[in-house]
Nanobody, 121 residues
Framework: QAQLVESGGGLVQPGGSLTLSCTYPERTLNTDAMAWFRQAPGNEPAFVGGMLWTGYKTYTDSVKGRFTISRDNAKSTVYLQMNSLKSDDSGVYHC???????????????WGQGTQVTVSS
């Protein structure tokens, strides 16, 4: 499942910002739907947000107004801009690709190893 590669994680103070990137190989994956999941220690991955090739986007309630998903097809990259970060946003962030938006990571065709985000003072 390591055909997607996430980057951009790190340690940030509460209220700070980070931008995560997810690169995917061109023409080898179905990327009609791209999504981000967050996995906190001991928990299952939780849906953060996702977008369709049509431009449609959806987010979980806890990140609405703070997180933004975007996509650059020329760079084969999906981004997750995270603002006003809170400690609850900490976790390993995975991106996923598939034919349609799903709220369960296991229902995607491909996902990456993830990048760690820690929000702490």
């Amino acid at each position: 499942q390591a055909q997607l590669v996430e980057s951009g994680g790190g340690l940030v103070q509460p209220g700070g910002s980070l931008t995560l990137s997810c690169t995917y190989p061109e023409r080898t994956l179905n990327t009609d739907a791209m999504a981000w999941f967050r996995q906190a220690p001991g928990n299952e991955p939780a849906f953060v947000g996702g977008m369709l090739w049509t431009g449609y986007k959806t987010y979980t309630d806890s990140v609405k107004g703070r997180f933004t998903i975007s996509r650059d097809n020329a760079k084969s990259t999906v981004y997750l801009q995270m603002n006003s970060l809170k400690s609850d946003d900490s976790g390993v962030y995975h991106c996923a690709a598939g034919g349609r938006l799903e709220f369960n990571l296991n229902q995607y065709d491909h996902w990456g190893q993830g990048t760690q985000v820690t929000v702490s003072s």
